[in-house]
Antibody, heavy 121, light 113 residues
Framework: QVQLVESGGGLVKPGGSLRLSCAAS????????ISWIRQAPGEGLEWLSYISSSHSTIYYADSVKGRFTVSRDNAKNSVYLQMSSLKAEDTAMYYC??????????????WGQGTLVTVSS | DIVMTQSPDSLAVSLGERATINCKSS????????????LAWYQQKPGQPPKLLISWASTRESGVPDRFSGSGSGTDFSLSISSLQAEDVAIYSC?????????FGPGTKVDIK
């Protein structure tokens, strides 16, 4: 069955860095775009970024552009989100999610359980 | 960026009654070349990730009960739950995947009256 498992969250000081990982299984990972989406406590969903199956297409939301970098390793069935210059407003649950079809313009059908990032001094 | 708005913010419906949630996009999410609306609906229960209910504005995902239905086109959409069940208590969010950055509505909380 399709599974996505995030890891790497935790408590970090403002200005610090963190690297999130998303390990996928149960599908042909290299065929699918993967998105990162976050949800601040008590708030709605915010799409952050996606990376195409071949790394050739990457988009970022303005809120994280220049601070976050997404990458993937198809050999390891994993996607990563390198986060730097973290701010208190980056505190959120971070989800990775798979596009429902190969290609970029599809909704995410499978989501991980999320990893919590807390930015606080 | 396409801004998604939803109404109401919350609603309480009696068991077995209909619940309807509205979603509006700041610009059309209808792609004319394939006549598809790039609009999805998600259900999120406390402590869980969102679950995709409907894509392309009206296509139910596999396994989603047929009491859930989506409608609308262009900029105005709705999600209906024809006969509310206790397990439908959740937050429902619309989502456009027509253009990046993809965006979500703020969510509508559905409760039992």
């Amino acid at each position: 069955q399709v599974q996505l498992v995030e890891s790497g969250g935790g408590l970090v000081k403002p200005g610090g860095s963190l690297r999130l990982s998303c390990a996928a299984s149960g599908f042909t990972f290299s065929d699918y775009y993967i998105s990162w989406i976050r949800q601040a406590p008590g708030e709605g969903l915010e799409w952050l970024s996606y990376i195409s199956s071949s790394h050739s297409t990457i988009y970022y939301a303005d809120s994280v552009k220049g601070r976050f970098t997404v990458s993937r390793d198809n050999a390891k069935n994993s996607v990563y989100l390198q986060m730097s210059s973290l701010k208190a407003e980056d505190t959120a649950m971070y989800y990775c999610a798979r596009a429902s079809n190969s290609g970029g313009y599809f909704p995410s059908d499978y989501w991980g359980q999320g990893t919590l990032v807390t930015v606080s001094s | 960026d396409i801004v998604m708005t939803q109404s109401p913010d919350s609603l309480a419906v009696s068991l077995g009654e209909r619940a309807t949630i509205n979603c509006k996009s700041s610009q059309s999410v209808l792609y004319n070349s394939n006549n598809k609306n790039y609009l999805a609906w998600y259900q999120q229960k406390p402590g869980q990730p969102p679950k995709l209910l409907i894509s392309w504005a009206s296509t139910r995902e596999s396994g989603v009960p047929d009491r859930f239905s989506g409608s609308g086109s262009g900029t105005d959409f709705s999600l209906s739950i024809s006969s509310l069940q206790a397990e439908d208590v959740a937050i429902y969010s619309c989502h456009q995947y027509y253009s990046t950055p993809f965006t979500f509505g703020p969510g509508t909380k559905v409760d039992i009256k």
